[in-house]
């Protein structure tokens, strides 16, 4: 059963995430628990932050997991993202020490709970960050990772599958599908 939604300030929120080991998303006051993954969703997260961790090895970019917390004060709106990537310093928001708000990349493993969340309301909370240039969604099901790539003011979506490569123009990355995808148990 879903834990429901609290309601206090962003300083009451930061209280409670140093409390508790469970993570909760910040929406303009609304507090919400995260659910857990799947094995599928927590393999993919994992293999997704080692290819672009080994893509950006002496590049002045660092990745984070899904404990890096992003914080989007133009909606006052903080979440954690399974995988983001900051490249030079990180910023800080001005109302938490631990919140990041300059990522250039941002990754989600779509599940069944969140895929409409993170398409859609999510989504248009993370179009407000100004440092963010792609924007990365990564299928559980089915081979299919979707780019979607801020090109002016327009967001511009590229979908790819197995035997292509996704092409981070952000931070100069061109990641297989396919090498995404391998499971080495699976034969």
Not at 14 to 25: I, R, S, T, W
Not at 58 to 82: H, L, M, Q, W
Not at 98 to 115: A, H, K, M, Q, R
Not at 171 to 178: F, Y
């Amino acid at each position: 059963m879903a834990e429901p939604a609290l309601r206090m300030s962003y300083a009451e929120y930061l209280a409670l995430a140093e409390q508790v080991e469970v993570k909760h998303e910040f929406i303009d006051g609304l507090v919400v628990a995260m659910a857990g993954g799947t094995i599928e969703h927590s393999r993919l997260i994992a293999r997704m932050g080692y290819l672009l961790q080994q893509a950006l090895e002496g590049k002045p970019c660092n990745v984070f997991s899904s404990d890096g917390r992003i914080r989007i004060e133009a909606t006052n709106r903080s979440t954690y993202p399974d995988v983001s990537v900051v490249c030079g310093a990180v910023t800080r928001a001005s109302d938490d020490p631990d919140g990041i708000t300059n990522p250039v990349l941002l990754v989600e493993v779509l599940s069944d709970t969140t895929e409409k969340d993170d398409r859609g309301s999510k989504f248009a909370h993370y179009r407000r960050l100004p440092s963010l240039r792609e924007y990365v969604l990564v299928a559980q099901d089915a081979p299919t990772v979707e780019v979607f790539r801020k090109e002016g003011e327009l967001w511009v979506l590229r979908e790819h599958g197995p035997g292509e490569e996704i092409e981070l123009t952000s931070i100069g990355v061109v990641i297989s599908v396919d090498r995404l995808y391998v499971d080495p148990t699976r034969g």
